[in-house]
């Protein structure tokens, strides 16, 4: 199957189901117990200072892990499956003093084995086909915010520097073979933006089109992101890169993510999707929230016709997946509705001009 074949399933798919999204990768590591020698095997061993807990170099040196998690997933009824490398940017991996060329082959290596597990399960089971999104997390280092508190100017980095962060990131993983790409856990709408101009820069320049999902961040009970948005603003702030889906992720879980989800069912004009957390942490940072009581709450949100892609965030495993995949499998995906055309602009609020 093509990619271009791939990509016409996924949106067939769509249209008929209710699709499911993989879980949490970070706790399902976790649990493997990995020590340093994990995360360097033999290209790294002489790397200066700790590597422990760079998940994602763990594409490059135990790719094993990585490609099991993904049979995991899809085993539990996800049709999408994330390529391990939420932090592979020069940007993220400059913590661990990883240059450009080990970035480069963590994209290329968790593109290929997302696609060669998605490649198996769709060979497996043809009428279930399998596809594999390219992860494109977010930056410890913001455009939109201060870091220094006695400076409001003060940035760590520039609108070029991470633009050019996630061109290189968003090559390597087209390369490598994915159906999507995911912009996800976005705190920073201007880093965002980023990513999505040059996903659209390397298109205008012959790169392969593929669809984009974008996930935003609701941080807190205040109902905004980190750099401040309401949900209809954050929508405001990218409708123009026509995203395959949009949505939310992380930081709450179901039961205080719901008005957020609903606010951009109300607004967009493209598939709405969504993977809590499973609940919120404990007092030791555990997430204590059952697969059943997880599942039970976006089932609630499918029923209501608020969704089409469900998953699951920091917290979930494999058995979260398999219970959210069989709570709605038999519930229509979120028709979208059409909205009156306006001028509609955003800052920290939406402005509608009709």
């Not at 290209?43 to 594409?59: A, E, S, T, V």
């Not at 719901?258 to 404990?282: F, S």
């Not at 059952?290 to 089932?299: D, F, G, N, S």
Request: proline fraction near 4%.
């Amino acid at each position: 199957m093509t990619r271009a074949d791939r990509i016409a399933a996924l949106k067939k798919a769509a249209k008929e189901r209710i699709l499911i999204l993989d879980g949490s990768w970070g706790v399902m590591i976790q649990r493997r117990g990995l020590d340093e020698a994990d995360f360097r095997a033999e290209r790294f061993k002489d790397h200066p200072g700790q590597l422990k807990g760079n998940n994602d170099i763990l594409c490059l040196t135990r790719p094993d892990i990585i490609e099991d998690l993904h049979n995991r997933y899809f085993a539990a009824g996800a049709d999408i499956s994330e390529t391990n490398t939420f932090s592979a940017t020069v940007i993220a991996q400059d913590d661990y003093h990883l240059d450009a060329e080990a970035v480069r082959d963590i994209n290329l290596a968790g593109a290929r084995i997302a696609r060669k597990v998605a490649d198996e399960w769709t060979a497996k089971e043809p009428d279930k086909p399998r596809f594999a999104a390219g992860s494109i997390g977010p930056l410890n280092k913001m455009l939109s915010m201060s870091s220094d508190v006695n400076d409001p100017g003060a940035r760590l980095v520039d609108f070029d520097q991470v633009y050019q962060a996630y061109r290189d990131q968003i090559r390597a993983l087209n390369e490598g073979g994915v159906d999507l790409y995911l912009i996800e856990t976005i705190t920073d709408t201007l880093n965002c933006k980023a990513a999505i101009k040059a996903i659209m820069d390397l298109e205008a320049e012959g790169l392969e089109k593929l669809p984009i999902w974008i996930s935003g961040t609701i941080t807190d009970r205040s109902g905004r992101t980190l750099s401040g948005q309401t949900a209809e603003a954050f929508w405001n702030s990218v409708k123009h890169a026509k995203p395959f889906a949009i949505g939310f992720n992380c930081a709450l879980g179901a039961d205080l993510m719901r008005p957020h989800i609903a606010e951009m069912a109300r607004v967009a004009d493209t598939l709405v999707a969504a993977y809590p957390n499973a609940g919120l942490p404990n007092e030791m940072g555990q997430y204590d929230e059952q697969p059943h009581e997880t599942a039970h709450a976006v089932e609630g949100w499918a029923k209501e016709g608020l969704v089409n892609i469900l998953g699951g965030c920091c917290g979930t495993t494999p058995e979260h997946i398999r219970c959210i995949a069989d709570g709605v499998k038999s519930v229509k995906p979120r028709v979208a509705g059409e909205r009156a055309k306006a001028l509609r602009l955003s800052g920290l609020e939406p402005f509608e001009l009709a």
